[in-house]
């Protein structure tokens, strides 16, 4: 994923990678998918910041604020994702200075184990949304095509 210097608009680039800020929901304490997310990001050549689990929202947009990412990523495992990411991307997108960064989510959204979050959570103001049950490589292709997204939307 190399994305350009102004994703979006609105972030300026960071010397050689682009920077990812990883993180869990508020309420949810798993670390793992967060290890796993931070090594497969920095394989595909992104510098991650990784601010870990059960991170507040206003934690969150703090930190978005002081790393300035081109990318924020929120992954949940216990499966309030959903609930806690739709009132996540709500206070974030309602910061005129971040209220175009890119943000996506994925992991157990929900506990009844099927893909009914995803149109909500895009409504909501997430970028993407990738279901558990569909593994790894849609997040995987997103990655390698958003930076052709973002330029195109930049001459749009």
């Keep these: 994923m190399a994305l350009p210097s102004t994703a979006k608009g609105s972030h300026p680039a960071h010397a050689g990678k682009p920077r990812v800020l990883v993180s869990s929901t508020s309420s949810d304490s798993h670390t793992w998918n967060l290890v796993f997310l931070q090594l497969l990001l920095e394989e595909m050549g992104n510098d991650v910041v990784n601010i870990g689990s059960c991170v507040p929202d206003d934690l969150l947009i703090a930190e978005c604020r002081r790393h300035r990412p081109d990318m924020v990523v929120i992954s949940s495992v216990n499966g309030h994702g959903a609930l806690d990411g739709e009132r996540l991307i709500t206070a974030l997108r309602a910061e ?11 992991g157990k959204l929900g506990t009844r184990g099927s893909s009914v979050f995803g149109q909500r959570l895009m409504d909501a103001g997430f970028d993407a949304v990738f279901e558990d049950s569909a593994g790894i490589e849609p997040f995987r292709s997103y990655l390698e095509l958003a930076p052709h997204a973002v330029e195109l939307e930049a001459t749009a």
């Design 96 to 106: 005129p200075d971040l209220s175009r960064l890119p943000v996506v989510i994925g």
